[in-house]
């Protein structure tokens, strides 16, 4: 089956997300939420120690719209691995709105940091490069967790040694392993199951360039 998006759909996806004040409003919106949730987190532990907040990078911490309008203008870039590892490499992400404050506050109250990203193992060094360049607390090669084992494995790895209080993301698969692969229906359902998570633990941030909902057929208004 052909896709059901076309080249202007992408378009209007990638301009929201680069150019609307919307988007900027719902990533500090998305960050208040997990300052709130962070500090009562910790007030209710008595202290940050043997806490963890786990973040996904690209889209939740980094912007990396500049790389979706190339590729918006290049056709077959956006698939292009080459593309993302060159960008991983030697692009200029930003910060999204709220990002460096509610790290800085992370860090200050003791809680452990851990950036678990999809990004490639290989461009490790440029990524933990990154990350400390735009002032990020606690990068280090032990707290950036990149593509390799599923996130899910990975989050249990951290669970080993902290009590995760708080995670971050732009896509469901990055909140439990039960999302990852799943089809579009069975997401939605599982949203459902976890319903009383989001805005606790969970924090989504808005992405409208990227989702597997992206193929998924339109249900027009149809007059009786």
Known sequence: MQPTHT????????RYQQA????RALQRQCYALATLRLRAAVDQAGG?????VLSDIDETILDNSAVMAAAMHNEGMFQNIDTWLLWERE???HLIPGAAEFFALADSLGVTIFYVSDRFEENKLATI???SRLGLPQVCAEQVLLF???KAARRAQVEDGHRIVLQLGDTLHDFHGA????ALEDQHRLTEDHADRFGQD???FPNAAHGTWMEAELRPWQRD
Not at 7 to 14: F, R
Not at 20 to 23: G, I, K, M, T
Not at 179 to 182: H, L, T, V, Y
Request: proline share 12%; glycine share 16%.
């Open 202 to 204: 969970w924090i989504v």
């Open 148 to 150: 390799g084992p599923p």
């Open 91 to 93: 692009g200029n992400p």
């Open 48 to 52: 940050g120690a043997g806490l963890a």
């Open 179 to 182: 999302f990852a692969g799943a």
């Open 7 to 14: 080249p202007h759909d992408h378009a209007i996806a990638v």
């Open 129 to 131: 490069a990154t990350l």
């Open 20 to 23: 609307s004040a919307e988007v």
